[in-house]
């Protein structure tokens, strides 16, 4: 994607002015909803939709603290969020991006849970960017912004193991069990999963890489299988279930400006990510799942953008990936199901 209007890069010019959180945690999504809207091509609506979305947001937190040699203490620190994002401001004005990604992505990623795994996602969307287009200076600080806000929220997930198995992903993933009880935000379900039978054991049962041509390919099946899996599932919490396939497509796209010896780990991480919310937003039963084979493409994505809801868009914007992949009309039912779960009208 190349976004000659110039419109990505006014937005977020404009956003980098709030904060990564509003209203005490939720994320905000701004950022990556309007790449993602850019990308569908539609810049026309990005403005307006920034001029909706930003009455709720807060101002971004200053800077109070320099972040230097105990920079390990203030990983998971809330309060430090406008520190970070100083930091890295200052890492990416001296080393090239690719540089400081390389350093900080395995500090980062066994904190996939942060902010509800809106961390990775943000600087995924951030990633693509810059290895598709200019590396421009509200570009460069979006990865800022993105790297900040994952280290001031890192949280990992308990009972976390990497795969060892034979499953694919397909298979592996109706093997995750459900958590009994799901009241409570996700860091109040996260932390049950320690005592959940049978979780360990289902993250190991996925099959191991021997490689990072491996690491990748099963990266890139773990995202097309929880696309496929919120078609039928979903409706068990249908905004956060969203994050099941968007969390381990950041991290997708996001390998290719990683060294090779960080994929393995990156699969696993993102393995972590994906049963986490399978298992914490499980629904009581699966749904039979429209068929997506009168569905156009287009139109889904269209429909998507329409209502406005940024989970809608992101859920599309990774369904887009795996249907160009696949061919598979599914996914375009997975988009659908979502946008009708989110629209205004369903919420009303």
């Given at each position: 994607?190349?976004?000659?209007?110039?419109?990505?890069?006014?937005?977020?010019?404009?956003?980098?002015?709030?904060?990564?959180?509003?209203?005490?945690?939720?994320?905000?999504?701004?950022?990556?909803?309007?790449?993602?809207?850019?990308?569908?091509?539609?810049?026309?609506?990005?403005?307006?939709?920034?001029?909706?979305?930003?009455?709720?947001?807060?101002?971004?937190?200053?800077?109070?603290?320099?972040?230097?040699?105990?920079?390990?203490?203030?990983?998971?620190?809330?309060?430090?969020?406008?520190?970070?994002?100083?930091?890295?401001?200052?890492?990416?004005?001296?080393?090239?991006?690719?540089?400081?990604?390389?350093?900080?992505?395995?500090?980062?990623?066994?904190?996939?849970?942060?902010?509800?795994?809106?961390?990775?996602?943000?600087?995924?969307?951030?990633?693509?960017?810059?290895?598709?287009?200019?590396?421009?200076?509200?570009?460069?600080?979006?990865?800022?912004?993105?790297?900040?806000?994952?280290?001031?929220?890192?949280?990992?997930?308990?009972?976390?193991?990497?795969?060892?198995?034979?499953?694919?992903?397909?298979?592996?993933?109706?093997?995750?069990?459900?958590?009994?009880?799901?009241?409570?935000?996700?860091?109040?379900?996260?932390?049950?999963?320690?005592?959940?039978?049978?979780w360990p054991e289902s993250l190991a049962a996925l099959r191991r890489?021997?490689?990072?041509?491996?690491?990748?390919?099963?990266?890139?099946?773990?995202?097309?299988?929880a696309v496929l899996h919120y078609r039928t599932h979903g409706h068990?919490?249908?905004?956060?279930?969203?994050?099941?396939?968007?969390?381990?497509?950041?991290?997708?796209?996001?390998?290719?400006?990683?060294?090779?010896?960080?994929?393995?780990?990156?699969?696993?991480?993102?393995?972590?990510?994906?049963?986490?919310?399978?298992?914490?937003?499980?629904?009581?039963?699966?749904?039979?799942?429209?068929?997506?084979?009168?569905?156009?493409?287009?139109?889904?994505?269209?429909?998507?953008?329409?209502?406005?809801?940024?989970?809608?868009?992101?859920?599309?914007?990774?369904?887009?990936?795996?249907?160009?992949?696949?061919?598979?009309?599914?996914?375009?039912?997975?988009?659908?199901?979502?946008?009708?779960?989110?629209?205004?009208?369903?919420?009303?």
């Amino acid at each position: 994607m190349t976004d000659g209007t110039g419109v990505l890069d006014e937005a977020y010019q404009r956003l980098h002015r709030t904060g990564p959180e509003f209203a005490g945690w939720l994320s905000n999504h701004a950022p990556m909803t309007v790449e993602a809207m850019v990308r569908a091509g539609r810049p026309d609506l990005v403005h307006r939709w920034v001029d909706s979305y930003s009455e709720q947001l807060d101002e971004l937190p200053t800077a109070s603290h320099r972040i230097g040699s105990e920079w390990l203490e203030a990983m998971g620190d809330e309060r430090r969020i406008g520190d970070w994002i100083a930091h890295f401001r200052v890492e990416l004005a001296e080393r090239p991006w690719r540089a400081v990604l390389g350093t900080w992505w395995p500090r980062l990623l066994p904190g996939v849970a942060a902010g509800a795994t809106h961390g990775v996602i943000r600087v995924g969307h951030a990633v693509r960017v810059l290895l598709e287009g200019e590396q421009t200076a509200p570009r460069l600080d979006e990865l800022a912004h993105g790297l900040g806000y994952w280290a001031a929220r890192w949280e990992s997930v308990p009972g976390a193991t990497c795969p060892e198995g034979e499953l694919s992903p397909h298979e592996a993933i109706p093997g995750v069990p459900a958590l009994p009880e799901r009241s409570g935000g996700i860091q109040t379900r996260l932390a049950r999963l320690a005592f959940l039978a049978g979780w360990p054991e289902s993250l190991a049962a996925l099959r191991r890489p021997e490689n990072p041509a491996q690491a990748q390919d099963m990266l890139t099946e773990l995202v097309d299988a929880a696309v496929l899996h919120y078609r039928t599932h979903g409706h068990g919490a249908a905004i956060m279930s969203v994050h099941g396939a968007t969390a381990p497509n950041a991290i997708l796209r996001t390998l290719p400006a990683l060294p090779e010896n960080l994929w393995v780990p990156s699969l696993c991480t993102a393995w972590i990510a994906t049963a986490a919310v399978t298992s914490i937003y499980a629904p009581d039963r699966p749904a039979l799942g429209a068929s997506g084979t009168d569905l156009v493409l287009d139109e889904v994505v269209e429909r998507a953008v329409a209502t406005g809801d940024a989970h809608a868009i992101k859920f599309a914007d990774t369904a887009v990936d795996t249907f160009a992949r696949k061919g598979d009309h599914d996914a375009l039912a997975a988009a659908q199901r979502c946008t009708d779960l989110l629209s205004p009208s369903a919420a009303g």
